[in-house]
């Protein structure tokens, strides 16, 4: 059964970087869109990042210039490299995979539709 371990969250200082790091199971990751999503406390789950099979990717405005979504397909792992971070940046944040080539379900939509989703890693900046 298709798994994704999230692993790379913790505090930092605003200014600061984290890579997040989500590894599949039973999943490859160059097959279809993949994506990374956040939630704060009392505020709705929002897109960050997303990245198709034939490497596109997206990015919410607020992420753009500072994140970095990636794939290394050896490893079978999906990063988010995090940089300049700052307060409003902490939240939950959870990795997703479609079964999709394209991003359509999770980043087109209104309202994203993913069939798999990590446990989700928590992300604090002060």
């Known amino acids: 059964h298709v798994q994704l371990v999230e692993s790379g969250g913790g505090s930092v200082q605003a200014g600061g970087s984290l890579r997040l790091s989500c590894a599949a199971s039973?999943?490859?990751?160059?097959?279809?869109?993949l994506g990374w999503f956040r939630q704060a406390p009392g505020k709705e789950r929002e897109r960050v990042a997303a990245?198709?099979?034939?490497?596109?990717?997206y990015y919410t405005d607020s992420a753009k210039g500072r994140f970095t979504i990636s794939r290394d397909d050896a490893q079978n792992t999906l990063y988010l490299q995090m940089n300049s971070l700052k307060p409003e940046d902490t939240a939950m944040y959870y990795c997703s995979a479609t079964t999709q080539p394209g991003c359509y379900d999770i980043w087109t939509r209104t309202r994203p539709v993913a069939p798999y989703w990590g446990q989700g890693t928590q992300v604090t900046v002060s």
């Open positions: 990245i198709d099979r034939f490497r596109n990717t």
């Open positions: 039973a999943y490859t990751v160059s097959s279809s869109c």
